[in-house]
């Protein structure tokens, strides 16, 4: 099978799903998503994506709404043609966009935290108050905790606030949950639970890794199981990366399905090819609806 990796380089994860596709027998090959082409009424309409069976979306790069729109389009189009796209692109869209996800998670009956998200700085101000006074601030598109700044100040997140109205951006206002320092990373795929890690903090209220946090191997209970496999099939992610967070009182939460989880961190804690499953996934298991 040829196999387009969508990316914005030849980065790690390219790479390492390269030496997993040449393993299994497969051609992979990045695709520069910012380059793709597409076309209608002429010989080939795939444009830049002719010619492949399969595709792995490995990021959706900054871009204007239109460069979005296509994007999402061209994906709609080839998953239409037959083409394989991990994941789907449905997923990928709502993956991406915090509230919707979150509200979808929500709808699935799944604990999620308090979320408010409005567009001027007194509303977003209200919502401060109203989620107690000590709320994580997020980009309403945005993976690995960037952007990400927790405010338990009224003057510093009256400043926030304006200073985001101004940039025109949707202000994202969650309750800060209280926890251990460390939550649960769940790597789903097609179904079930590939491998999991523990992902703790360093002197930082972020366990993201990519922000300086350790991960650690774990062996999870039948609960986090259940939720992580129900997150990922309420936004109909295929692979799907579930962060859980214990809150104080042991409950957990649902904080985020990403729709293109990294594993450079996971694979060494875990021992796990995540490379080589992804590409097995997508060649030898994967279903067009």
Known sequence: MRIALLSAGDGWHVRDLQRAAAALGHDAAAVDFRRTTAGVGTTDPAGSLAGFDGVIVRTMPPGSLEQVVFRMDLLHR????????????????????????????????????????????????????????DVVVKPLFGSEGRGMVRVSDPEMAWRTFRTLERTQAVLYVQQFIRHPGWDLRVFVLGGRVLTSMRRRSRGDWRTNVAQGG???????????????LRAAVALGASAAGVDLLPGPDGEWYVLEVNAVPGWRALSPVTGVDVATALVRFLTEEYRLD
């Open 78 to 133: 080839i998953q239409a043609a037959g083409v394989r796209v991990l994941n789907p692109p449905r997923a990928v869209e709502i993956c991406v966009d915090k509230y919707l996800a979150t509200a979808l998670l929500e709808a699935a009956g799944l604990r999620v935290p308090p979320t408010i998200v409005c567009q001027h700085a007194d509303a977003a101000l209200d919502a401060f108050t109203a989620l107690g006074g």
């Open 214 to 228: 350790a991960g650690e191997l774990v062996r999870i209970g039948a609960e986090e199981e259940g939720l992580a």
